[in-house]
């Protein structure tokens, strides 16, 4: 048992360590959070006047981008000041459509989301997607999984060496929990 506890150890501590500190950030974050709550903004209301003439160029200019493929929803919000409308197709392999409803131009939703989110708000996510194992797709969570067995049984056999090292202590007088 002690070699199968020395070969498991070396092999996923750089894993069991990457889990550990990710999770260590995520907890200071959430209590951090928890003191230090950031303010939001209050949910505005879409103008009323213009919501019938936003649909219409929103409509329109989805329709001219892709002829061929029917609209199953339209979504109107407002982020901070600007108006943002989603288009979501039938076709579920289409991505969503992100069409600013004034002009009927496309969002590039790439550089203005990264342009809205802070850095803070980018490594957090970078850190959850490693602790969770998600930046790897399907193969991190299989090496999660991996990882939270190899925790477990690094856990049972160093408690089964613990007890069999102090067993053998008791029997040779030598008291001390210890060594």
């Known amino acids: 048992m002690r070699l199968l506890h020395r070969w498991i ?11 550990a500190a990710t999770g260590i950030y995520l907890q200071v974050e959430t209590l951090w959070s928890a ?3 950031i303010p939001r903004a209050a949910p ?7 919501i019938a003439h936003w649909v219409e160029t929103v409509l329109a200019n989805a329709q001219r981008m892709q ?3 029917g609209i199953a929803m339209i979504s109107l919000s407002i982020d901070g000041v600007r ?5 979501i197709w039938t076709a579920s392999d289409m991505p969503v459509l992100s ?3 004034r002009t009927g131009n496309p969002f590039q939703s790439s550089v203005d989301d990264a342009a809205d989110q802070s850095m803070e708000r980018r490594l957090g996510r970078l850190i959850l997607q490693l602790h969770r194992g998600d930046i790897f797709g399907l193969p991190g969570r299989w ?5 939270g067995i190899a925790l477990l049984t690094l856990g049972l056999t160093g408690l089964t060496l613990y007890v069999t090292i102090y067993r053998q202590r008791i029997r040779l007088r030598r008291w ?4």
Do not use: M, N
């Open 44 to 50: 505005q209301a879409l103008p009323a006047p213009d």
């Open 9 to 19: 150890a070396p092999l996923t501590a750089l894993f069991l360590t990457i889990i």
């Open 176 to 179: 001390s929990p210890f060594w």
């Open 67 to 69: 002829p061929h493929v």
């Open 35 to 37: 003191y230090h709550p």
């Open 143 to 147: 090496l999660g999984l991996a990882c």
């Open 83 to 87: 108006p943002r409308a989603d288009v």
């Open 99 to 101: 069409l600013d409803p």
